[in-house]
């Protein structure tokens, strides 16, 4: 049982590349979730996917697109990195919407 | 809206020493409050819980009181240890009009014990 795995762990980008973030959790959760954190920010929620089929913007969805591709994968793409983008982003999963939510290790952006 | 106030850090403590991390936040309604942990290099782990007033959260030796009349939710060990060293996070938890969970995380307090 992995729990909630990401890949990759670190990549650089120049700006205007695109890139997709993976995240896959073996907890036979239904909600998932991105999350980007910054310095002094704590985290933010980018979107999420209240279950599978479904995904909703969260408080900073700009630059990013996600895609359920099932129960267990839950992908977030940069189709135009900005340096902006750079930051840590973390994938998180709940069995519903309404239960705690467990985090992946985290990927590391940095677009120069 | 909704937010969670908790100092940045960082906090320097040598073994054995009494921890408090504040927390303080503002939300419409009665949220869950939450600890998470992040060692380095590591994801965010849930440390401990409480979903209503006067619960209290505890594991691994934390503990946290869920105070409603003062709207906080400080962090307290008793003895910390080296191993204890890492970024602590308080987050609070309401639900949204489609019933989905809103968290709301502090920006993170940097814990650093030294032997």
Known sequence: NAGVTQTPKFQVLKTGQSMTLQCAQD????????????????????????????????EVPNGYN?????????SLRLESAAPSQTSVYFCASSWDSQETQYFGPGTRLLVL | GNSVTQMEGPVTLSEEAFLTINCTYTATGYPSLFWYVQ??????QLLLKATKADDKGSNKGFEATYRKETTSFHLEKGSVQVSD???YFCALRMFGSGGYQKVTFGIGTKLQVIP
């Open chain 1, 27 to 58: 907890m036979n959760h239904n909600s998932m979730y991105w999350y980007r954190q910054d310095p002094g920010m704590g985290l933010r929620l980018i979107y999420y996917s209240a279950s599978e089929g479904t995904t909703d913007k969260g």
């Open chain 2, 39 to 44: 060692y380095p290099g590591e994801g965010l």
């Open chain 1, 66 to 74: 996600v895609s359920r591709l099932n129960k267990r994968e839950f």
């Open chain 2, 85 to 87: 060293s890492a970024v």
